[in-house]
């Protein structure tokens, strides 16, 4: 029998300037989910490829136009279904190191996120987070979030 799940594509952007990471604070309408930060980017629309839609919601998210630098790499995350009669659920993400070009930071209104801040690296850890900064980390050679955030604090340290 074949696995039925549904499946959302989606790119975002890996922003980093000054030992500060550009992040977006996701405000989920699902039960038992919190707001937490996570990676500018979101669903690709219909016809839309991987890198148009990261420019696309990185400035529908912070108001800055940027560019990609390089494919950091392809993850697939694994939901179960919100209810019994629900199917999984599958974000398949493309992620990419990116750099701003123009536009001044400003949060979304009336999206899926709330509020767009410039996070030191050192503090990572200190912040709720969801698992695609996780996974960023591990796509800049990192353990995770914390261990970035860890090496950003002995970097300040001197």
Known sequence: MPLVMDTR???????????????????PTLAGYQPGWTLPGGGLEVGE??????????????????????LLGVHAAYFEA???????????RTIYRAHR?????????QGSTDLAQWVALKDLADHFYYSLVDEAARLL??????????FYRKKAQG
């Open 9 to 27: 594509p989606a790119a975002y952007a890996v922003i980093i300037e000054d030992d500060k990471i550009l992040l977006t604070r996701w405000v």
């Open 141 to 150: 050679g990192y353990r995770d979030a914390v261990d970035l955030s860890s």
């Open 49 to 70: 490829q991987p890198l148009e839609a990261m420019g696309r919601e990185v400035f529908e998210e912070t108001g800055y136009r940027v560019k990609a630098d390089q």
């Open 101 to 109: 070009v123009s536009g001044s930071l400003r949060s979304e209104t």
């Open 82 to 92: 919100d209810d019994p009669q629900g199917r999984p659920f599958c974000a398949f």
